[in-house]
């Protein structure tokens, strides 16, 4: 039986607290945050035992594995302790918004023995996977473009956490370069972005963007092209598709049912798509979190690794530095 301490517990940590809870193997012990009200609701749902103190948590016997779902810029801390403390971790991304800071952490991390996993749920989707999967079996033939598209509903995140988020790129797009690699099989070596202002002032006022496209080159002269934005009126709006010679295979966004109908009012009218990421992306959580848990079970190392983590962010960055330059950049990953 793994037992987990939760260290973060808003929406995100909630959710993973209550997907673990439901693991014929795991169980939620601890549930830290600093909001005293926030970690007593979690644990109450799960049956955990509620702090504000971190050094409780670590410090406890009944404490295996951690997740780590507090604001982006505490994660390396957290991590690091975490390692200190000598828990499991699986931790959600980014590892943070400053290259430096994953660097300093990438270097301290070598003197500890613990699996890490980051948290890239997206890999874990059964129909994105499904893409990954028919692009290694050679369904498509070589690889020839990727376009992932990813849009959020609107309106935008309240302020706070915009102000807090790093961006576009590093908040939003990360997700997606990860994609790009797990798809490809390959690393990106040139990027080049273009973006703008589209949706809300909010985010020129905080020098961001809102709005991007994003085509990538590989080794291999497979091209991807990213597009986001962080508005739309129809739903979450994710789709991965993978075009070559024998073909294109392509994973299509989700609805509340598959349901068709057909009158006086319209053809083929279907249920509106999934609105929030949390329910979209379900049943991918639930898998990452099953696959941390047998991947530490059974000794191996985990599916998604620190160094993942690094690149995504490595990618982000190069995509900032071309909308900044308006030139291609190419990526070093050294």
């Known amino acids: ?86 828990k499991s971790i699986l931790c959600e991304k980014p590892i943070d918004v400053d290259i430096e800071m994953v660097e300093k952490c990438r270097e301290k ?4 023995d613990v699996p890490l996993q980051l948290g890239f749920n997206r890999r874990f989707d059964p129909s994105h996977a499904g893409v990954r999967n028919a692009v290694a079996n050679g369904e498509v033939g070589a690889l020839e473009l990727l376009v992932i598209t990813s849009r959020d509903p609107g309106p935008p995140p309240p302020r706070a956490i915009l102000e807090a988020c790093g961006g576009l790129f ?5 997700h997606d370069m990860d994609m790009a690699r797990f798809v490809l099989g390959e690393d990106p070596v040139e990027v080049f972005t273009m973006a703008a202002n589209r949706v809300d002032p909010v985010f020129a006022e905080l020098g961001d963007v ?26 979450y709006d994710q789709r991965v ?21 057909y009158g006086a009012g319209g053809t083929a009218k279907r249920d509106e798509l999934l609105h929030f990421f949390i329910e979209r ?16 079970t059974a000794g191996k ?13 490595i990618l982000s960055e190069a995509a900032l530095k071309s909308y900044q330059t308006n030139q291609p950049v190419k990526v070093d990953y050294s």
């Open 281 to 296: 992306y379900r049943a991918a959580y639930e898998a990452e979190i099953r696959d941390f848990i047998d991947q530490v």
């Open 1 to 86: 039986m793994m037992r987990f301490g939760i260290i973060g517990t808003g929406r995100i940590g909630d959710m993973h607290a209550r997907l673990i809870a439901l693991q014929p193997d795991a169980v939620v012990t601890w549930c830290f945050d600093v909001f005293e009200d926030s970690a007593r609701r979690t644990a109450e749902a799960v049956g955990a035992r509620a702090t504000t103190d971190v050094d409780a948590l670590l410090a406890a016997d009944d404490v295996d594995a951690v997740l780590i779902a507090s604001p982006t810029d505490t994660h390396v801390e957290m991590i690091l302790r975490s390692a200190e403390a000598g």
């Open 170 to 174: 590093r908040d939003t797009t990360i």
């Open 241 to 261: 598709e993978a075009f070559g010679a024998e073909g294109m295979v392509r994973s299509n966004n989700h609805r509340p049912s598959e349901v068709s109908r």
């Open 301 to 313: 190392p985990p599916s998604v690794t620190f160094e993942d983590g690094r690149r995504a962010l």
């Open 109 to 112: 991390l070598l003197t500890f």
């Open 210 to 235: 809102d709005t991007a496209m994003i085509v990538m080159r590989a080794d291999s002269g497979a091209l991807c092209h990213i597009n986001n934005s962080r508005r739309t009126n129809y739903g």
